[in-house]
């Protein structure tokens, strides 16, 4: 099992965020239940096409199948939890294929444990889809993405890489790469630090290439926040955080801060991504880097990928979620707050849902607000110029150019992620790798 290797860095060059069931149609039949990798790397088409290999014809074929996986030491059958996840002990099988070494995460979706793969001689992560309809379709819709993807990053280089799937005891299991943590867990076992700014200016060029090369495929991701963009690599070295402990002591481990040895990045987490198409208005993305298209119910496209993008600079930046929120009215309060007034003709292409939210062609705030703590946490933010110049040294003035054209409300106006490769952030001379 990989342990984090650590390197402990000079007194040299320094550079928060405080956050049983029933049986549904599309379940595998009762007789078939315990299948293993009958469909292991075959070419999705689509899901329909999937779930007609299920038909009870195979049923015999299916049942032989667990009779060998038995004798290879599968797990007893046991039942799902009630919430529809997996249940499993360490050291057990999964499939003869995988041993489950480690718990790696747990989400609405389901779990990704960490598996040895007896094959292949590696380890790998593998997502453990919840034995729920909905789950086990969007989980086939990720797998069509991925391979997808996986055709034209023939290096590899920008989305996870997939490895294998397949269906296991009513469980869509995607086998993947094993990559190092999450931005947000790296974070938060930095106490919230910030990065420094040339770390952070690589981790958005790499973000920005692969949310282009999405868009290019007519694809778009729809959820990118710091939870799906893993690091490559677990390594990281240590440097004193003089500006932010300067009275303790080099002995106390706070007085230092982690920074990644290696900026290589890999966004993953395609389960909600889709194609471009008319009059797409469902509620996308997670709440701190939902775009102010989605929220007024305009319908949204590509842009909104990149509204999430210049939420996680300014996250990387800061340590903290841009807009710590869960209400949409305050939510776009904060957006006033720091980036100025929304425009008038946005506000009135709000839908029946958001209306309530504008009054007499402006913003309901603070008269709208549902209470006093509301208002306050929405004074305290600074404009984006205040915020950005307060945490970043050099590069400041590029840095917040950029955010300003990421975070243009007007999808029309803002850039495009390949627009904003082209930004004076990411080729001025003065880049230090």
Not at 39 to 55: D, I, K, P, R, W
Not at 352 to 362: F, L, Q, T
Not at 401 to 409: M, V
């Amino acid at each position: 099992m990989e342990t984090e290797r650590v390197t402990e860095f000079p007194f040299t060059h320094l550079d928060r965020r405080p956050r049983k069931r029933a049986r549904l149609g599309w379940d595998v039949p009762q007789a078939a239940k315990a299948q293993v990798g009958m469909f292991c790397g075959q070419e999705l088409g689509n899901v329909t096409s999937f779930a007609s290999l299920m038909a009870p014809s195979d049923h015999t074929t299916i049942s032989l199948f667990d009779k060998e996986v038995a004798r290879n030491g599968s797990p007893p059958w046991r039942e799902d939890d009630k919430d529809g996840h997996y249940m499993f002990s360490l050291g057990e099988n999964l499939t003869s294929r995988y041993k489950i070494q480690s718990k790696m995460g747990e989400g609405t979706f389901g779990q990704v444990l960490e598996c040895w793969d007896r094959e292949k001689k590696e380890m790998v992560a593998v997502k453990i889809v919840r034995g729920v309809k909905k789950y086990r379709e969007a989980a086939m819709i990720e797998i069509e993405v991925l391979q997808q993807l996986g055709k034209h990053d023939k290096g590899g280089n920008r989305c996870v890489q997939l490895r294998n799937w397949f269906d296991y005891r009513n469980h869509i299991c995607i086998v993947f790469e094993k990559l190092g943590p999450s931005l947000y867990d790296f974070l938060k076992k930095n106490n919230y630090r910030s990065f420094p700014i040339d770390l952070v200016r690589e981790i958005g060029r790499q973000l920005l290439e692969c949310v282009a090369f999405m868009h290019d495929l007519r694809l778009i991701h729809t959820d990118l926040k710091p939870e799906n963009i893993l690091l490559v690599s677990h390594d990281y070295i240590k440097v004193p955080d003089y500006n932010k402990n300067s009275s303790r002591s080099p002995k106390d481990s706070s007085y230092f801060k982690r920074i990644p040895k290696s900026s290589a990045i890999k966004v993953i987490d395609f389960g909600s991504t889709t194609y471009e198409r008319q009059d797409q208005n469902y509620i996308v993305s997670t709440r701190h880097y939902r775009a102010p298209e989605v929220i007024l119910g305009m319908g949204w496209t590509y842009p909104c990928d990149v509204w999430s993008i210049g939420c996680i600079l300014v996250e990387l930046c800061t340590g903290e979620a841009l807009f710590q929120t869960h209400e949409n009215l305050e939510h776009l309060a904060m957006m006033e707050r720091v980036l100025g007034p929304l425009p008038q003709h946005m506000l009135k292409r709000a839908d029946r849902h958001a209306e309530k939210y504008v009054r007499r062609g402006r913003l309901d705030w603070p008269e709208g607000a549902a209470s006093r703590e509301s208002i306050r946490a929405v004074q305290k933010l600074p404009r984006l110029q205040n915020l950005v110049m307060q945490h970043v040294d050099h590069s400041a003035g590029d840095l917040i150019h950029l955010l300003q054209g990421l975070l243009r409300y007007d999808p029309s106006d803002r850039l495009s992620a390949r627009e904003a490769l082209r930004h004076s952030f990411f080729t001025k001379d003065n880049l230090r790798r």
